[in-house]
């Protein structure tokens, strides 16, 4: 856990140093256009990689009643037979998180009254799925913000985006509730991992690197915003000359601002090598993306071995007397197999 | 078998979490904790791979030279042909939802039982050699190379789960453990690893039909009896037609339900039903295993078992196939059979068909196999059964989903609807161990050994816990289920925590409701156990009668 905080530290650390030193290229024009491209050729890299191996079973998790007989009613959303259904499916699981809204926390008790002995009380557990929803769509929200700095003129949803963020009109520049949420959404994940023994079990720097990481961004990007104040003119000079490949001179633009982008620019790099493949994995996942109508309609496994069985005629010829003897009809009876 | 704790001393002795990095904890192979290995003979005889003596406890497994090449090799390979394996390798986000999801987990609290860390066994060799950063880091990103230490713990921990999925149904990326361990069991069976409780009956089910091993001439025998119990009961014995060309329905149900206790007793109600609706149909004592223990073992396994069913059909002229209650035979059945052996043969129709109601089981169409408790449902519904339910009111019954059916296939609603018609008194068990949600009994995918007992009583804890809450606050007394395995692993398991419960199939209780035509006044049940509601001056009256 602290080996990852250190690591971001040192990122950080570096890319002020260098930009203080005259780097300023470096960390803002090199190294953004490097993670771009990684990020992008290593996600369809990897999405390539699952989409060689092929799908040779369908099996969908039916998480609710089948399609089978007219009076029993199906439970369309969680046992799909459909593509309009898996689609829906699909949508609940990436939009809302259906499955984790599911979450239960069981609590196992050595003696309870109810059963006079041990029992497992299970209890609904909505904190994950409230956070990981808030984490997501903040953000999603931030990110969109970004373009800001990407377009010229503003395209108008984002200046409403930015509107319905600052409505609550505190503060000047007005505080962003989007920023706010998403750095409490990732301390409450990172505090999971922390505190709870079974997370802290299972938490491998793999883990803690992205989360600390995150809080990097959003800790650099509230800073610039409220404390540290960089001028947002500048910088957009700046970044519209990445945008058009026509980079120009980062002088001028504060530290904190390449601290920023480089640790931006390492998220994507580390993006596509690492857990964070989830966002382009869970379209893939055949436990949710097949149509529960396996009975129905029958999936085609390419690799799919020859039949090999051990055959009736190999099996009469095994046991033909004891069938006869005892009634059992035969291809050949025998007297005939003897022959 | 040792002894068991009790309940309260069983959940008190599981131990807190490892004080080290679960990398650096290897497993114990102490009496109790492991399932025997399968014998060297049984694996040559299937052309396993690389068969040979072992013992579990011993420090040397006597693995083949070049171990770690074939498992590397065995991993490439199924990383090839199975998308879901690179996936579930690479999306986890370790967000711990799975974490007490899992039945073995609640009942051992060891962490390697997570669903979570049951991957990252598997998922940190996979770093080493497939992720750019854990072939940099290695160890300080969690992965780690292939030694002896770590084919153990896979052995330890791919035989800790039972394939049943309620982890997947809540991970937000739908990250299947089953498909995990499945390839796990896989892997370890490319070096000769197995164990003797799976693959005997793989053994008996490829040669001889059944698991069991029974052959033909016995196993009409034993059906026999079960159909001269139905007379003493019913005063009607049911047809017992075998191997029978030319009938509409080939009928394959798993054969523990022949064998043992209480299953038979939903065999007998499997024979009364299609004696009373006369139905056209046959058994097969070639195909007379409905259960695919190859499912436990390698896909191909599955497949090669699963072959004979469509086989067996085409050489009878079977327009369908009737399947009886099971778990595991319904997740091949549903989700692989077609996949594996399909196209269902020409002769067969192109929709199943009830011949008793004319219901067309359309969500069928591809397999041609309907599910008992779907064409159960179909007769009650339009009124084709003569029930009386309250022969069943000796009991306060609750209803198991198993895994398989429940989560592999959403038979739900189906089970129940029976259940209703057929018994006055139904009380669900709490609703987060229910419907998509159950828990398993605790020892299915063939972890129903007697070695492990209390492996399983820990695994089947939360079962255990959940029947035991209904029957203190409701009174339930019995159990019904819709699989073989449970049929056998959850009679000990409710002894265990809620003693004096009984288990059933549901086929039972059809029967001990239906009213066939031209039947004795019934004073048993299937059990030959007394009605209730039937006076005692009756009984004798009838037993004079007679």
Known sequence: MFASLLVVAIIGAIAWAGSAVGLGVLFGVVLPYVAVAAFFVGVIWRMVYWAKSPVPFAIPTTGGQERSLDFIKQAKWDCPTTTFGVVRRMFLEVVFFRSLFRNTCADVREFDEVNNGPRTIYFSSKWLWVFSLLFHYCFLLVFIRHFRFFMDPVCPVITWIETIDGIMQVGAPRFFWTGGLLLCALLFLLARRAFNQRLRYISLPNDYFPLFLLIGIVGTGICLRYFDKTDIAQVKVFIMGLVHFAPVSADGINALFFVHLTLVSVLLLYFPFSKLMHMAGIFFSPTRNLPCNTREVRHVNPWNPPKQFYTYAEYEDAFRDAMADAGLPLEKQPEKAAE | ?546
Request: charged residues 25%; hydrophobic residues 35%.
């Open chain 2, 1 to 546: 078998m040792a002894k068991l704790p009790t309940p309260q001393e069983l959940v008190a002795s599981r131990p807190d979490f490892p004080e080290q990095d679960w990398l650096d904890v290897k497993p114990q192979f102490t009496p109790g904790s492991y399932c025997y290995p399968a014998k060297k003979e049984t694996m040559e005889l299937l052309h396993m791979p690389n068969p040979h003596d072992w013992d579990p406890a011993a420090e040397d497994w006597n693995l083949p030279e070049d171990w770690e090449k074939i498992l590397c090799d065995a991993f490439a390979e199924r990383l090839e042909k199975h998308r879901s394996l690179k996936l579930f390798m690479d999306i986890c986000v370790r967000c711990g939802a799975c974490a007490d999801k899992c039945h073995f987990f609640l009942g051992t609290n060891d962490p390697k039982n997570m669903p979570v860390l049951r991957a990252e066994l598997l998922r940190s060799l996979y770093r080493r050699d497939y992720t750019m950063l854990g072939k940099i880091l290695g160890k300080k990103v969690g992965a780690r190379g292939w030694d002896k230490d770590v084919v153990k713990e896979l052995f330890y921990y791919a035989y800790q789960c039972t394939e049943c999925r309620r982890c997947s149904l809540f991970c937000p990326y739908g990250i299947d453990t089953a498909e995990i361990t499945a390839i796990v069991r896989e892997l370890l069976h490319e070096v000769g690893l197995g164990i003797h409780w799976i693959m005997d009956p793989v053994k008996n089910c490829s040669f001889t039909g059944n698991h069991l091993g029974i052959q033909p001439h016995s196993f009409v025998e034993i059906v026999e009896m079960l159909a001269d119990d139905c007379e003493t009961i019913t005063g009607i014995r049911p047809k017992t037609p075998f191997n029978e060309k030319g009938h509409e329905i080939l009928f394959i149900t798993p054969s523990g339900d022949v064998f043992a206790d209480p299953g038979i007793y939903t065999f007998m109600g499997y024979l009364m039903l299609f004696h009373e609706l006369d139905l056209d149909y046959t058994f097969s004592t070639y195909a007379s295993e409905g259960g695919n223990f190859g499912s436990f073992t390698t896909f191909n396994m599955a497949k090669k078992l699963n072959a004979k069913m469509y086989a067996e059909a085409e050489r009878l002229g079977a327009k369908w196939i009737l399947g009886g209650e099971c778990g595991h035979m319904w997740r091949v059945i549903n989700q692989y059979m077609a996949t594996y052996n399909g196209p269902a043969p020409s002769c067969m129709m192109d929709v199943p068909t009830s011949p008793i109601t004319g219901t067309k089981f359309t969500n069928a169409a591809a397999t041609k196999m309907v599910h008992i408790t779907e064409f159960t449902a179909d007769l009650i519904k339009h009124n084709k059964l003569n029930l009386d339910p309250s022969r069943n009111d000796h009991i306060i019954t609750t209803f198991h989903d198993s895994c398989n059916p429940a989560r592999g296939m959403g038979l739900l609603e189906e089970p129940r609807y029976v259940l209703k018609a057929v018994c006055n008194n139904f009380v669900e068990m709490p609703e987060n161990t229910i419907r998509e949600q159950t828990f398993c009994c605790g020892a299915g995918s063939g972890l129903n050994t007697e070695e492990i007992m209390e492996l399983r009583m820990r695994s089947g804890m939360p079962r255990g816990n959940a029947l035991r809450y209904v029957q203190e606050k409701y009174g339930v007394n019995h159990m019904a289920c819709v699989c073989a395995i449970d049929r056998a692993t959850l009679p000990p398991l409710a002894n265990y925590w809620a003693p004096g419960v009984t288990v059933s199939g549901l086929h039972e209780l059809v029967a001990n409701a239906l009213v066939m035509k031209g039947e004795c006044k019934r004073t048993m049940d299937l059990r030959q156990e007394d009605l209730p509601n039937v006076e005692p001056d009756e009984t004798e009256t009838q037993v004079e009668g007679q």
